[in-house]
């Protein structure tokens, strides 16, 4: 959150101290460029970071009430895009019941991002990191969006794509 945290943190990373830390950012790829507008150079996140994690909570539907229904197409193209994903047959909406006290949801459920620090990821860490570029990268090692993770969580019936929409940020793959 401030210069001389991280600054502990990655002094920690160096000599072998494996550091868990968290950061507010809108994603994954985000928490490289606010390190590096709080003063951290960049051959340091290279040299210590191994991966970066995004996560929000969307509430799950509850089990007692939730109904099935059949999903919209473009409200799961809104949820997915820019990926191709079929449109799910197990999509379920929130009713409402004395279980939940008639809100639909009962409990919450993570849905994460996960980037790794690939060579090629590192590579694009540099002191005018462009971070379309970096995220891209992300994507193309196998990282999966806030979206898209939650669009899973959406087709196993758990929660509803307008609760996924409230707590991601548009997903930003091209």
């Known amino acids: 959150r401030d210069l001389e945290t991280a600054e502990m943190a990655i002094q920690a990373a160096l000599t072998g101290h494996l550091v868990l830390s968290t950061l507010h950012t809108n994603d994954a790829p985000s928490a490289i460029s606010r ?31 939730k109904a099935p229904i059949e999903m919209d197409e473009v409200d799961w193209q809104t949820l997915t895009r820019p990926w191709q994903a079929p449109v799910p047959s197990g999509a379920h909406r929130a009713v409402g019941c004395a279980e939940c006290r008639d809100t639909g949801y009962r409990g919450r459920a993570g849905v994460y991002e996960i980037m790794l620090m690939s060579d090629a990821v590192k590579s694009l860490i540099t002191a005018d990191l462009d971070l379309t570029a970096l995220r891209r990268q992300g994507f193309k090692d196998g990282m ?16 509803t794509v307008e609760e996924v929409l409230r707590v991601t940020p548009q997903s930003e793959q091209r």
């Open 35 to 65: 390190l590096l507008e709080l003063g951290v150079p960049h051959y340091l996140l290279k040299a210590t970071i191994l991966g970066v994690m995004a996560q929000r909570l969307v509430r799950t539907l509850c089990p007692h009430c």
């Open 144 to 159: 999966r969006s806030l979206r898209l993770s939650g669009a899973q969580k959406v087709a196993a019936g758990l929660t």
